[in-house]
């Protein structure tokens, strides 16, 4: 289970050493796309065959199932974890993700997210001054 936030560096050749904590459940190769909220989603590649799946099995009737299945699916890339633990952040998903030198990588269950650090201070504010109407509204649901 990938869990935690981690605050790292992108180095000046657009890579990242991903935590060592999440380097033992991730593999070799990773699937990096867009994520929502302008971050970055990191995925095993056995995770994102399945999310793949879920989204290719989408309407192409809908015009917003068709442009949520784009977004995701052409944005994706598959990349090799070096040695090192790091993996390379192409160009156009660094922009979409605003990252410069200071990042925060978060491990979500099943995926990782990649934050520019400003951003992930904000959205983690948001959230805490939401917390309990969250909660109440998973609640209704059976999640809490």
Not at 33 to 43: E, K
Not at 51 to 67: K, P, V, Y
Not at 111 to 131: C, H, L, N, P, Q
Request: some cysteine; charged content about 30%; hydrophobic content about 40%.
């Amino acid at each position: 289970m990938l869990i935690g936030q981690y605050f790292h560096t992108l180095d000046d050749k657009k890579r990242l050493a991903l935590p060592s904590k999440f380097r033992k459940e991730i593999g070799k190769k990773v699937v990096i796309t867009h994520g929502l909220d302008n971050c970055l989603f990191v995925f095993t590649v056995s995770g994102w065959e399945e999310i793949a799946s879920r989204l290719s099995s989408l309407s192409i009737g809908s015009s917003e199932q068709r442009s949520f299945s784009r977004f995701m699916l052409a944005g994706a890339v598959e990349t090799d974890v070096d040695s090192a633990g790091r993996i390379l952040v192409p160009d156009f998903l660094k922009e979409y993700a605003s990252l410069g030198e200071k990042v925060v990588v978060t491990g979500v269950h099943s995926r990782i997210e990649i934050w520019e650090e400003t951003r992930w201070s904000e959205y983690k504010g948001k959230v805490a001054r939401e917390a309990d109407s969250l909660a109440e509204k998973l609640g209704t649901i059976g999640v809490i």
